[in-house]
């Protein structure tokens, strides 16, 4: 039975409305992000506050001593993984700065008592100051540690920008060794057995213009590839993940019966798929990757001596695992019975040692390690201790009837404190859009919304990932059409319901949200008595035709990917031209406001001028907000307080609060 060595009761309800917090509560980084044990579970690596930086420090568990493995007066470190019991990687960037100032990232390694530094990628900002710089760097990214050693895996595009490969890299001396070579085309969704041999890859191959996956397998470093398993549709394509102690099966991200991708055995000799080991009937397991719907190593856990699987997270209502170890099965049964309502992911697993992130709609986020031999968990610290639970407001999922009958899952957020009638309403659709969905959990933006008094809304309409295939293919080329629809839907739901005031409702969106702000106020203007679009789109035909978004994504994307998925601009040039807002802009009824950073390369200023421009022109009102330096998302704190400084105004002046 677990005990917890500090009671918090992090969920009690507000007693009335809670005070109006300050804007830069809401939207500064957390003091804490990351905590992971080392192999041996002895020492506890951390990234801390130092004070005005974030630092990696490490902790030895025996004495509780502290020391500073990497601190830099100008560089934050934001990421780490240990390589052994006395080596560590990291990478850095600057959270002072602004978008176009990040030139960090790169690869280091370091001994954990700051000794024996060495460069294993450079920086950004020590291999190029070329304005395109984010998408033609070479990078080195951490696929796999060793379970001894100074070597790790890494993936890396050092010989092939477009195209990937995976690498044995020495931390000390910066030596590497190809090891997944002899592959011909696009690879991905490598696996490599318990002696760090790639032994099975997905292959991909376009034929005529259909894409062709392969399954791919060999039984040794110097076997022939073989095909296990072929198709040419990527929806159905077998995702490898790992390989049984035995060698004679893999373990496979597949589609289940009920259209969700789900985890399956494969038999390699029979090359025929095998019992479901674990699935869900309404999202898929594990969580995918939505920028290339790669099955993330972060959403499954591993042993670091066999490389079998032994769990994997998924994101349901709430996030959730499956666990094929009892040893973690029943730390997780323990921890939900000691943490309830929360979400607790078991974080890092060494030795007798776990660390614990418990978080929630309210609690951005706690760290606590576990003890087996005790039973014990103790808090370690929390992720934003400025941030007081109690005074935060709930996160509700909710389902609603879209008007072809499609299900919509999504999340309301209530002001804490208030009646659930008649509320202001803030619709937050998410960005992406494919692919993309919200999560269960604390987020600054909601809830500085939720403090102000509004009601959130945010469906996870067609298109959305983490829903099955249906849902997802669902919102192919309906930008503005059906995936607009399940955000009217939603609203008009709500208003039936008696939740909210229909004639204050606003829709705030950033990326492809903010094109379903805009597409709200040019096609539904009778819904929304507030628009904010956050850098969105507002012409379909300019993204596709923007030299920075070709360069953004690789040419099977551009090609037929995204044709497929928003349109053809060269079949569908009037449907896109229709469903651009920049194109609507006689039918706005309310005020618009714009925020854009003048460095975004994804949803280029362009946007948002022509978005202003067009709104002038027409005789409406407009106000566009150009952020000098920042890029798609504002980076520096300063600038993001002063954005939703303005939306605060902004929203009070037209559905009032």
């Known amino acids: 039975m677990l005990v917890c060595a500090q009671s918090n009761s992090v969920l009690a309800e507000a007693a009335g409305v809670p005070p109006r917090l300050p804007v830069a509560d809401f939207m500064r980084f957390p003091a804490y992000s990351q905590v992971k044990l080392s192999p041996s579970g002895r020492y506890l690596a951390m990234q801390v506050p130092a004070p005005e930086r974030k630092a990696l420090a490490v902790m030895d568990l025996t004495t509780r001593k502290?020391?500073?493995?990497?601190?830099?007066?100008?560089?934050?470190?934001?990421?780490?993984?240990?390589?052994?019991?006395?080596?560590?990687?990291?990478?850095?960037?600057?959270?002072?700065?602004?978008?176009?100032?990040?030139?960090?990232?790169?690869?280091?390694?370091?001994?954990?008592?700051?000794?024996?530094?060495?460069?294993?990628?450079?920086?950004?900002?020590?291999?190029?100051?070329?304005?395109h710089f984010y998408f033609h760097y070479i990078y080195k990214s951490v696929f796999r540690l060793f379970a001894e050693g100074d070597e790790i895996i890494v993936k890396s595009n050092a010989e092939n920008l477009n195209h990937p490969q995976l690498y044995r890299l020495n931390t000390r001396t910066a030596r590497m060794s190809l090891i997944s070579g002899g592959i011909p085309g696009d690879v991905s969704s490598w696996v490599l057995d318990k002696n760090n041999i790639v032994r099975a890859a997905v292959r991909y191959e376009r034929r005529k213009g259909v894409l062709h996956a392969e399954l791919i397998y060999r039984s040794s470093a110097s076997s022939p590839w073989e095909v296990l398993s072929e198709t040419g549709q990527e929806s159905k394509t077998l995702k490898p993940v790992a390989l049984s102690a035995d060698e004679t099966e893999l373990y496979v991200v597949a589609n289940s019966s009920h259209g969700t991708r789900s985890l399956f055995s494969f038999d390699i000799r029979a090359r025929k798929l095998g019992d479901m080991l674990a699935g869900h009937p309404r999202v898929d397991l594990p969580k995918i990757d939505p920028e290339n719907e790669e099955i993330s190593l972060e959403n499954l856990a591993f042993d670091l001596k066999t490389h079998e699987i032994l769990g994997a997270r998924y994101e349901a209502e709430r996030g959730s695992a499956v666990w094929f170890d009892d040893r973690r099965a029943r730390l997780q049964s323990g921890l939900d019975k000691a943490i309830p309502d929360h979400v607790n992911t078991i974080a890092s697993f060494s030795g007798s040692r776990a660390v614990v992130r418990s978080f929630s709609d309210r609690d951005p986020g706690r760290f606590y390690l576990w003890e087996d031999k005790s039973g014990n968990i103790e808090e370690l610290f929390a992720e934003m201790s400025w941030i007081n639970p109690e005074q935060m407001s709930e996160m509700r999922p909710i389902e609603y009837l879209a008007r072809d009958g499609m299900k919509i899952p999504a999340y309301l957020t209530l002001p804490a404190g208030r009646p659930a009638r008649n509320l202001p309403l803030i619709v937050m659709p998410h960005g992406g859009p494919f692919g993309v969905r919200d999560d269960w959990r604390w987020d600054g933006e909601v809830q500085f919304l939720a403090n102000r008094g509004y009601a959130v809304l945010q469906p996870q309409f067609r298109g959305s990932g983490g829903y099955g295939r249906k849902h997802y293919s669902s919102g192919f080329r309906q930008w503005g059409g059906a995936m607009q629809d399940d955000l009217s839907d939603g609203v008009k739901y709500l208003v039936a319901q008696g939740t909210v005031d229909p004639q204050r409702v606003a829709i705030v969106g950033a990326s492809y949200g903010g094109y379903a702000a805009l597409a709200g106020g040019a096609y539904t203007p009778e819904l929304y008595r507030g628009v904010v679009s956050r850098y969105g789109v507002s012409d379909i035909l300019l993204m596709f035709r923007s030299n920075y978004w070709r360069e953004m994504n690789d040419e099977e994307w551009f090609n037929y990917g995204a044709r497929e998925m928003i349109g053809d601009p060269d079949k569908d040039e009037k449907a896109l031209q229709a469903r651009s807002p920049v194109n609507a802009a006689k039918n706005f009824q309310v005020p618009v406001l714009i925020t854009q950073g003048s460095k975004d390369v994804r949803v280029i200023p362009k946007h948002a001028t022509d978005m202003a421009a067009a709104l002038r022109a027409a005789g409406k009102p407009v106000e566009l907000m150009m952020v000098q330096g920042e890029g798609h998302g504002f980076y520096k704190e300063s600038n993001r307080v002063d954005e939703w400084t303005k939306i605060e105004a902004y929203l009070k002046k037209t559905i009032g609060d």
């Open 66 to 131: 502290v020391e500073y493995s990497a601190r830099y007066p100008d560089w934050d470190v934001v990421g780490f993984e240990w390589v052994n019991d006395d080596r560590l990687v990291f990478w850095i960037n600057d959270q002072k700065s602004t978008y176009e100032d990040q030139l960090g990232f790169g690869l280091f390694g370091i001994d954990r008592n700051g000794e024996n530094f060495k460069e294993l990628c450079p920086t950004l900002a020590m291999q190029t100051s070329d304005q």
